[in-house]
């Protein structure tokens, strides 16, 4: 099956910026839909964003527009995040993750994602 695995997280002051990275394996031709989610603790995941491989399409939640960009390298099988301007609410444990659905499709609903990655994590200090 499908496998994922995040790299890049890291420790970061306030303003400073870091890259994830998803590399995807096996079966990659079955992947519509590919994304970033994050947990801090005590908190529900909450989906970052996400791609529309099959067109390229993305989408972000509105805390990280316009910091975030969600990006992939078709040749390299890998799914990236730049995070810039990052803040300290920024801080949890990013996972990506990936499906092979249809649309229509709930971009932000980790219900929707078939596979996903052991996370990477991210600290934002103040």
């Known amino acids: 099956q499908v496998q994922l695995v995040e790299s890049g997280g890291g420790s970061v002051q306030a303003g400073g910026s870091l890259r994830l990275s998803c590399v995807v394996s096996?079966?990659?031709?079955?992947?519509?839909?590919m994304g970033w989610f994050r947990q801090a603790p005590g908190k529900e995941r909450e989906g970052v964003a996400s791609i529309y491989t099959i067109e390229g399409r993305t989408y972000y939640i509105d805390s990280v527009k316009g910091r975030f960009t969600i990006s992939r390298d078709n040749a390299k099988d890998t799914m990236y995040l730049q995070m810039n301007s990052l803040k300290p609410e920024d801080t949890a444990m990013y996972y990506c993750a990936a499906s092979g659905g249809r649309l229509p499709f709930r971009f932000f609903e980790p219900a929707e994602y078939n596979y996903w990655g052991q996370g990477t994590q991210v600290t934002v200090s103040s």
């Open positions: 096996r079966y990659t031709y079955s992947i519509n839909f």
